[in-house]
């Protein structure tokens, strides 16, 4: 799966990429969020990875661009922050956040959040392949019925 990571710190941006590719994730790695939002438009990313303080575009900034793109389809987006304070848990989903790791994060407690966005992108996607293809046999199946 291909995953996006914006982090402004080199240390957490390298272990988190170094992380998720031995995981077996395709990553590419923006050090702000306007990058990362750049990055995002130019590519294919279900996943997003992303740091919540950060110059230029802070992490929710970049959340609400992304939350706000017609056509990307559903991205499953993680705050990864030292944040900590409930206050700051509940404004990070509320900007649309689909999970909140803290920092310094535990690499385990990492890759089950990681694996519990892969079940729920992977479903998405499942769901939209089944209604593309539901789309496509009605459209068969009105054009069989129609008396031309």
């Known amino acids: 799966m291909k995953i996006l990571i914006a982090d402004d710190e080199f240390t957490t ?11 077996g994730h395709e990553v590419t790695a923006a050090k ?5 939002l750049e990055l995002f438009q130019r590519g294919d990313y279900p996943m997003v990875v992303t740091d ?3 110059p230029e575009m802070d992490g929710l900034e970049l959340i609400g661009h992304l939350r706000s793109l017609r056509g990307a389809g ?28 803290t920092k310094p994060f535990d690499r385990d407690e990492l890759r089950a959040r990681m694996r519990a966005g892969e079940r729920i992108v ?12 539901l789309r496509e046999a009605l459209a068969r199946l009105g054009e069989a019925t129609d008396p031309l």
Request: charged fraction near 25%.
């Open 122 to 133: 992977s479903s998405l996607q499942t769901i939209a392949e089944l209604r593309a293809r």
């Open 13 to 23: 941006r390298r272990l988190l990429q170094t992380y998720l590719e031995k995981w």
């Open 32 to 36: 702000t969020g306007a990058e990362a």
């Open 52 to 54: 919540w303080s950060m």
């Open 74 to 101: 559903y991205v499953y987006i993680v705050l990864v922050t030292a944040r900590a304070q409930t206050e700051d848990i509940v404004k990070g989903i509320d900007a649309g956040a689909d999970d909140f790791v």
